[in-house]
């Protein structure tokens, strides 16, 4: 397991820093993975997600620009109430 390995690492001398940039994370993910105790893992350190299709007859062919200059596309006409909803 990457975590086991990472405390070899460590073990041996080499800085977070390093052992986290060996796996290709931040130093700061790898310290919240090397604190995790079997009982944070049991509590869950992920959420439940839940993905569901939802089905919309009108295309999903909306196209919004937002002042910021970020671009969103391919939204239904419901996605597209909420997103306007969201921002006010």
Do not use: C
Request: proline share 3%; hydrophobic share 45%.
């Amino acid at each position: 397991m990457a975590i086991e390995h990472a405390r070899r690492l460590m073990k041996s001398g080499v800085p977070l820093v390093h052992a986290a940039k060996s796996f290709g994370i931040s130093s700061k993910t790898l310290g919240v993975w090397l604190r995790m105790t079997p009982d944070t893992e049991a509590r869950g350190a992920f959420a439940h997600v839940h993905v569901r299709q939802t089905v919309s007859d009108q295309k999903a062919n909306l196209h919004f620009v937002l002042p910021s200059g970020a671009y969103i596309s391919g939204l239904d006409v419901t996605s597209a109430g909420a997103l306007v909803r969201a921002l006010g």
